[in-house]
């Protein structure tokens, strides 16, 4: 097949004449006639000369000292990743997904394996997790630095995957915007399997792109055991393995049908590792108790995949602007890109892998079950890193340039701002909540915790003197209890009984989130409420007794709202 600019495998981008010199001897000269007294080259013909010479002398040094070059920026990325690990987000809350993990690998491996068969995961990362733990210790700061081991790892496999289709310079603009991202930043810090499922996507790509060209053993070997380890480090990798095997097929079928015997065979050996935990897992009951509650993915969800790569979590406000100038600067960019020939085979490759595996969960989650969060779709995230910066190399010299600083600005904008706001999305200060309540609580009030399984986060923090239950009421074994609203005033009423304040933390609407404040707003005079984070709150209402100072002998012991009437109670505040 014809390597392109893009899509070669000695990593050229831009068309030939990319960085040709205007000035070059037999260069052909604009602006005058034969014969005709030379003209000063106008300011665009300088610039051009500039920016070309520019280059020329990157890719001299690049060329001479390659590896020192590849090493510093390598090296200078993991600092910055380890940076902005230490400022902002190593420190932050435990999150509930984090404390699922945490509470699973607490277990015997016989006891995790277990839990983790009742819930939606493989269990490839909780049992790396468990043995790093024993190893080096139970906290989450070891929990998730497992998580910045994988994240670091993946820089250098990045780069070796990107000079398969892209320049040096180029492939280092793709570490480095790598190193920078917000959503990677944000999950290398996290005790979750993210950043595992791209490192292993990552080699699975590196394998695949050398089958692809060569298709040895070794690469066939290579690609298979990345094959079986990414089936077990998250469900969502069996999309990156149908997408391969789909770009394949398509690269066969001009190929008379090579390699098909070892892309079946990879298949069936991915296909027999994952036989005994799907047995396991379904005789166990599919993690039918255990599913989150998600609606249906829309087009808006489709398109914040993207833009959650691109620019991180962002509030709602400044996605949906982002989102909305996505035409605009989509229109920019193609008016700057250089007309060349189609792309290569491992851009090619690239296209699918950004956007197949997304395309396939989306359809699935509208046929089978809703299971489309972005944070699952993370294996799609470095080829489109590697899409973005193949689109700046194709552009103008001068617009390649601007457009390079342009978008490693806007990253470390993105990912500063993911750090330091407090209107994030996916931050979840249950240590805040724990904090809070313990300030204002007494034995003899009452925390109230829905969705249930978010306790497993706030106990994690809490050590204050009054009892805390869940709503609906769960022993954190087995499955949670469906939400019954008939029985809502009972259970209130048996909770709040002997209480003199309720608070109540509600986060993660499971859907009925509203029927619980609704009733106790309608039931209860509410006496606080502090919002910590985005769909985490704290919500104070008093629900008991008062104990009045004796008058003339005798000592109130009705209910305050049937002495002085529920509108006075109402009206009180803390």
């Known amino acids: 097949m014809t390597s392109t600019a893009l899509g070669s495998p000695a990593g050229a981008t831009g068309s030939p004449s990319a960085l040709q010199d205007p000035a ?12 005709a007294p030379e003209a000063g080259p106008s300011r665009a013909a300088a610039a051009r000369s500039g920016l070309a010479a520019a280059a020329r002398r990157v890719d001299d040094v690049l060329h001479r000292h390659r590896l020192a070059v590849v090493a510093a920026v ?7 990743v380890l940076t902005a690990s230490r400022l902002w987000f190593a420190d932050q809350s435990l999150r509930l997904d984090e404390s699922q993990s945490m509470q699973q690998t607490d277990r015997s491996y016989g006891s995790m394996l277990h839990e983790v068969a009742q819930d939606v995961h493989v269990p490839g990362y909780h049992l790396l997790l468990r043995t790093w733990r024993l190893a080096f210790g139970g906290d989450v700061e070891t929990a998730r630095a497992l998580s910045m081991v994988f994240f670091l790892a ?11 289709m892209l320049r040096t310079r180029w492939a280092l603009l793709a570490v480095a915007l790598f190193a920078l991202s917000p959503f990677m930043n944000w999950y290398g810090n996290e005790a979750r399997m993210y950043t595992m499922l791209v490192f292993a996507t990552l080699l699975s790509q590196l394998f695949f792109l050398r089958v692809l060209r060569r298709g040895s053993a070794g690469d066939w070997t290579g690609y298979a055991l990345t094959a079986v380890a990414g089936a077990y480090t998250h469900y969502f990798f069996l999309f990156v393995l149908v997408v391969q095997g789909l770009t394949l097929l398509v690269v066969a079928s001009r190929q008379r049908w090579r390699g098909l015997g070892r892309l079946a065979g990879t298949a069936v050996l991915v296909a027999l590792a994952l036989l005994p935990w799907l047995a396991y897992f379904r005789s166990l009951g599919s993690a039918s108790g255990t599913r989150p509650q998600l609606p249906s993915p829309s087009s808006v969800d489709f398109t914040n995949v993207y833009s959650q790569f691109l620019g991180g979590f962002l509030p709602d406000s ?4 982002l989102v909305a100038t996505w035409p605009l600067l989509m229109l920019a960019a193609l008016l700057a890109v250089r007309v060349s020939r189609r792309p290569g085979l491992e851009l090619g490759a690239m296209i699918a892998a950004a956007f197949g595996p997304v395309l396939l969960a989306f359809a699935l989650s ?11 779709m993370v294996a799609a995230l470095p080829a489109v890193v590697l899409l973005v910066v193949a689109f700046v190399a194709a552009m103008r010299p001068r617009a390649a340039a601007v457009s390079a600083v342009v978008v490693l600005a806007l990253t470390v904008t ?7 706001r407090t209107d994030v999305p996916v931050k979840e200060d249950y240590r805040g909540a724990a904090e809070l309540i313990e300030q204002k609580a007494t034995p003899q009030d009452l925390v109230v915790v829905s969705s249930p399984f978010t306790i497993w986060p706030f106990e994690k923090y809490y ?63 509410k006496v606080y409420e502090q919002d910590l984070t985005p769909g985490l709150k704290v919500v104070g209402y008093r629900v008991g007794y008062e104990q009045l100072e004796p008058v003339g002998g005798l000592q109130l012991t009705q209910p305050l709202t049937q002495v002085v009437g529920p509108a006075v109670v109402r009206g009180g505040q803390d």
């Open 463 to 525: 050590d204050g003197d009054a009892k805390v239950v869940t709503l609906p009421e769960w022993d954190r074994v087995g499955g949670i209890p469906a939400f019954d609203a008939a029985t809502l005033p009972d259970q209130v009423d048996a909770l709040a009984s002997g209480h003199q304040r309720v608070y109540l933390l509600l986060s993660y609407d499971q859907g009925y989130e509203a029927d619980i404040a609704d009733f106790f707003q309608q039931n209860y005079a």
């Open 154 to 164: 993946s820089l250098p496999v990045l780069y070796l995957l990107a000079r398969r």
């Open 318 to 321: 400044a996605n949906s602007a």
């Open 24 to 35: 070059a001897p037999g260069a052909p000269v604009s602006g005058r006639s034969p014969g």
């Open 366 to 376: 509208h046929v089978i079950s809703p299971f489309f969060l972005s944070r699952y």
């Open 414 to 420: 993105a990912t500063v701002a993911e750090a330091v």
């Open 74 to 80: 390598q090296l200078l990325c993991a600092a910055a």
